[in-house]
């Protein structure tokens, strides 16, 4: 049996941007409007092997949004065609990467500023799962009862708490300087962290800090903890319920993979939410995913 996922992605411009620099890549490429109410939202269910992403366009380059959209598209064309082409899943996924630091290099090459852009992003095979990132963007994994993040800032901030401990004060002229990037030769290391196996029930959120930084891990650990607390009572169905319920047990995924889907979907709506109520002024984008018993038939 190889595990299926469940996604909900989101993102919306931040209330002083002109433009969302943030984009998700999440079974194609969301980049919402121009103002907070123009959001671009998506959910459904897909089949390993694949990968997610969210990409923050660096605040201060004139081109955050152009850097994000390029870095997007390469990493998406680069992994796929990489596949398409037979090579291994991570022969694949360093393809990507790599041809996203190429076009991001490139686009800076070509324009009157700079185009920068964090990113962090899981890619899934054979129920496991290899975390990559450079930024601040950050990847976390629920399994009950914690929740647990897989990514550790590229800042200042981070090396401020490093040295001062996890809940001291950052100063606020380094608290949002990353010290990783793509688009910069000299900063675009994206660190490839080693597989780890996938359980089903596992709940996935990559998000960039326009949420993070507005929303604690606390709050981020109870809205995942509401999705796999759906996993366990749909665990309590019947199989003969769930397939009565199917109009296409040959083509749909299991009506509990939709409800695990609008489950993702609710718990980002509250993690934004919480957000927009804190007058969150960055773009806010994430990417929830949940691993669930689902067979191809």
């Given at each position: 049996?190889?595990?299926?996922?469940?996604?909900?992605?989101?993102?919306?411009?931040?209330?002083?941007?002109?433009?969302?620099?943030?984009?998700?890549?999440?079974?194609?490429?969301?980049?919402?409007?121009?103002?907070?109410?123009?959001?671009?939202?998506?959910?459904?269910?897909?089949?390993?092997?694949?990968?997610?992403?969210?990409?923050?366009?660096?605040?201060?380059?004139?081109?955050?949004?152009?850097?994000?959209?390029?870095?997007?598209?390469?990493?998406?064309?680069?992994?796929?065609?990489?596949?398409?082409?037979?090579?291994?899943?991570?022969?694949?996924?360093?393809?990507?990467?790599?041809?996203?630091?190429?076009?991001?290099?490139?686009?800076?090459?070509?324009?009157?500023?700079?185009?920068?852009?964090?990113?962090?992003?899981?890619?899934?095979?054979?129920?496991?799962?290899?975390?990559?990132?450079?930024?601040?963007?950050?990847?976390?994994?629920?399994?009950?009862?914690?929740?647990?993040?897989?990514?550790?800032?590229?800042?200042?901030?981070?090396?401020?708490?490093?040295?001062?401990?996890?809940?001291?004060?950052?100063?606020?002229?380094?608290?949002?300087?990353?010290?990783?990037?793509?688009?910069?030769?000299?900063?675009?290391?994206?660190?490839?962290?080693?597989?780890?196996?996938?359980?089903?029930?596992?709940?996935?959120?990559?998000?960039?800090?326009?949420?993070?930084?507005?929303?604690?891990?606390?709050?981020?650990?109870?809205?995942?903890?509401?999705?796999?607390?759906?996993?366990?009572?749909?665990?309590?169905?019947?199989?003969?319920?769930?397939?009565?319920?199917?109009?296409?047990?040959?083509?749909?995924?299991?009506?509990?993979?939709?409800?695990?889907?609008?489950?993702?979907?609710?718990?980002?709506?509250?993690?934004?939410?919480?957000?927009?109520?804190r007058n969150a002024y960055d773009d806010t984008t994430a990417v929830a995913l949940c691993a669930v018993d689902i067979q191809e038939t």
């Amino acid at each position: 049996m190889t595990l299926r996922f469940a996604y909900a992605a989101f993102t919306a411009c931040g209330r002083s941007h002109e433009a969302n620099e943030d984009r998700a890549l999440m079974d194609g490429i969301l980049a919402g409007g121009r103002l907070p109410d123009e959001s671009d939202n998506r959910q459904g269910t897909v089949s390993q092997p694949f990968l997610a992403a969210v990409f923050d366009g660096v605040g201060g380059s004139t081109c955050g949004d152009a850097a994000a959209q390029t870095a997007a598209e390469a990493l998406e064309l680069g992994f796929s065609y990489a596949l398409k082409k037979g090579q291994p899943f991570d022969h694949a996924l360093d393809a990507g990467i790599e041809a996203c630091r190429i076009a991001t290099s490139e686009l800076q090459e070509t324009i009157n500023g700079t185009a920068l852009a964090a990113v962090a992003g899981i890619a899934f095979d054979q129920d496991t799962a290899t975390v990559f990132h450079a930024g601040d963007v950050r990847a976390l994994r629920f399994r009950s009862p914690y929740a647990m993040r897989l990514t550790r800032d590229h800042s200042l901030a981070q090396q401020y708490r490093d040295e001062h401990g996890e809940d001291a004060e950052v100063p606020a002229d380094i608290a949002h300087v990353i010290t990783r990037c793509l688009g910069d030769e000299r900063l675009d290391q994206v660190d490839v962290e080693n597989p780890v196996p996938v359980l089903e029930g596992d709940v996935f959120l990559i998000c960039s800090d326009g949420i993070w930084d507005c929303v604690t891990d606390e709050e981020i650990e109870i809205a995942l903890a509401e999705v796999a607390e759906v996993i366990s009572s749909l665990n309590t169905e019947s199989e003969e319920e769930a397939d009565a319920e199917a109009e296409d047990a040959e083509q749909a995924p299991a009506p509990n993979a939709t409800k695990v889907e609008l489950a993702l979907a609710m718990a980002l709506d509250e993690l934004v939410a919480r957000a927009y109520s804190r007058n969150a002024y960055d773009d806010t984008t994430a990417v929830a995913l949940c691993a669930v018993d689902i067979q191809e038939t």
